[in-house]
C-alpha cells in the first residue's frame, strides 16, 4: 500500500512538467505551421512563379512539422503511460481498501453474532430465575397452608 502511495506521488509531479511540455511542443507546431504557410506563399520566380529553392524552403518546413509532430506523439504516448500507471495503482489502492472493508464486515458480523449469543444467554438465565422465584413462591405458598392447617386443628 505504502509502496503504491509512494509511487502515486512520484508519478504526480510528472504529469504537469509533462502537460506543460506538451503544450510547448503544440505552440511550436503551430509556430512551424505558420512559417510554412508563409514560406507556400513565397515565390522567388520569373513572373510571379515558384522556384526550386522555394520548394526546397518548403519541404524543409514541412520536415520540422512532422519532426515535432513525432515528437508530440511521443508526449503523448509518455503521458498515457503515466495515466495508464496511475489508474492501475488507484485501482490496485481501491482493491486494497475493497479487501480491507470487508475483512472489518467480517469481525463486525462475528462481535454481533457473539453480542447475539451473549444477549440470548442472558435471557436463558433470566427464564431460571423466573422458574426458580415462582417454585420458590409456590413452595412456600403450600407450606403456608400446610402450617396454618396444623395450626388450626391444634
Known amino acids: 500500500m505504502i509502496r503504491y502511495l509512494?509511487?502515486?506521488?512520484?508519478?504526480?509531479?510528472?504529469?504537469a512538467p509533462a502537460q506543460d511540455r506538451f503544450e510547448?511542443?503544440?505552440?511550436?507546431?503551430?509556430?512551424?505551421?505558420?512559417?510554412?504557410?508563409?514560406?507556400?506563399?513565397?515565390?522567388?520566380?520569373?513572373?510571379?512563379?515558384?522556384?526550386?529553392?522555394?520548394?526546397?524552403?518548403?519541404?524543409?518546413?514541412?520536415?520540422?512539422?512532422?519532426?515535432?509532430?513525432?515528437?508530440?506523439?511521443?508526449?503523448?504516448?509518455?503521458?498515457?503511460?503515466?495515466?495508464?500507471?496511475?489508474?492501475?495503482?488507484?485501482?490496485?489502492?481501491?482493491?486494497?481498501?475493497?479487501?480491507?472493508?470487508?475483512?472489518d464486515i467480517g469481525k463486525l458480523k462475528r462481535a454481533l453474532d457473539n453480542k447475539d449469543e451473549e444477549i440470548a444467554d442472558v435471557a436463558a438465565s433470566k427464564r431460571t430465575y423466573e422458574w426458580t422465584t415462582l417454585i420458590f413462591f409456590l413452595t412456600t405458598l403450600a407450606a403456608g397452608y400446610l402450617f396454618y392447617r396444623t395450626k388450626r386443628q391444634v
Not at 6 to 15: A, C, D, H, K
Open 6 to 15: 509512494l509511487l502515486f506521488f512520484l508519478l504526480v509531479p510528472m504529469i
Open 24 to 103: 510547448k511542443l503544440v505552440k511550436e507546431r503551430q509556430g512551424l505551421h505558420q512559417q510554412w504557410k508563409d514560406s507556400e506563399k513565397d515565390k522567388s520566380g520569373i513572373f510571379g512563379n515558384r522556384t526550386k529553392k522555394d520548394m526546397i524552403k518548403t519541404n524543409e518546413w514541412m520536415e520540422r512539422i512532422i519532426l515535432k509532430d513525432n515528437l508530440i506523439m511521443d508526449e503523448l504516448e509518455m503521458l498515457k503511460n503515466i495515466e495508464t500507471t496511475e489508474i492501475k495503482y488507484e485501482k490496485d489502492d481501491y482493491k486494497y481498501i475493497a479487501q480491507k472493508q470487508e475483512q
